[in-house]
């Protein structure tokens, strides 16, 4: 008697390959959806599509049929329930896909030092205004396009397009500006634009202390190719978020590594 089919058991090179890739898959889906809103919808219809092949296994002919609707629209409905999750995930593959957005590259070819001395003028201003809005009790919220998606922040932006400067910032932000309210963004070296309203993130495990400021940050770098500086009004904290995550407290020299690295 045969307990065993070996040929159950032969596998390519491909095989491997195969299931390496769908493991960085779900591992990249899961990252991108971890501690959202969308995590639970995720869990939700993996029940749906389990539950549908156990009772059409059972041939329960009734549910089968119901639960097959939902299954019919399948990709259709999982493409419009994690539109923003989708977009995200289509951001991060074309952005390793750059090179020029690779600096190990860029610097390799065009000189180090000539690049962090460059680097280091153009974010002076910026972590100078942090620093005297961290010592005023200052809320602000700066963000760093790497696109400058027009649609997206101009419909609820003052056009700016100014140098950056310590000066501007703080003037934006100080309580009477009536440019205070929303974020800055940075972009193309320039900034581009003030009191812009972002999309909040949908996160449900952040620290309760985060209010719509923090939100907002770390909202815009979950839909778009950005980083954000929070400055907080209540305690002068400064926080740095990135891809919906968000480093809290940071000190002045790790946010000079992390712009060098990002802006
Ligand atoms: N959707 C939004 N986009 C950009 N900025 C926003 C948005 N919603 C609120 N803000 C900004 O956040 C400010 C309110 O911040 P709130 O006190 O709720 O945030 P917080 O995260 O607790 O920060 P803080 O520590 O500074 O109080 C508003 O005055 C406005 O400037």
């Not at 969308?38 to 059409?56: K, P, Q, S, T």
């Not at 309580?175 to 634009?193: M, Q, R, T, Y």
């Not at 939100?215 to 839909?223: K, N, P, S, Y």
């Amino acid at each position: 008697m045969q307990f065993f089919n070996l040929s159950l058991f032969k596998f390519t090179f491909f095989d491997i390959l195969d299931v390496v890739l769908v493991a960085i898959l779900i591992y990249q889906l899961y990252n991108l959806i971890r501690g959202t809103i969308a995590a639970n919808i995720f869990i939700g219809l993996a029940i749906i599509f389990c539950l549908y092949y156990v009772v059409r296994g059972l041939q329960m002919r009734l549910l089968t049929g119901i639960l097959q609707q939902f299954v019919n629209v399948g990709i259709i409905a999982i493409i419009i329930v994690f539109q923003q999750e989708v977009r995200r995930f289509l951001l991060l593959v074309g952005k390793n896909a750059s090179l020029q957005r690779n600096k190990a590259w860029w610097q390799y070819f065009f000189g180090k030092a000539e690049a962090e001395k460059d680097n280091y003028a153009r974010i002076k201003p910026i972590i100078d205004a942090c620093k005297s809005m961290k010592q005023t009790r200052t809320g602000a919220l700066i963000v760093f396009a790497k696109y400058y998606d027009e649609q997206f922040y101009q419909n609820s932006c003052e056009v700016i397009e100014g140098k950056i400067s310590k000066r501007l910032l703080e003037s934006i932000f100080q309580k009477n500006s009536p440019l205070h309210d929303g974020a800055v963004v940075i972009a193309e070296n320039k900034i581009k634009s003030a009191s812009c309203i972002l999309p909040l993130t949908e996160k449900t495990d952040l620290p309760a202390q985060f209010g719509l400021r923090h939100r907002a940050g770390i909202g815009v770098t979950e839909t778009n190719d950005a980083t954000a500086i929070i400055v907080s009004e209540e305690t002068g904290e400064i926080s740095y978020a990135r891809q919906g995550r968000v480093k809290m407290n940071i000190s002045f020299a790790e946010l000079e590594k992390l712009l060098n690295k990002d802006f």
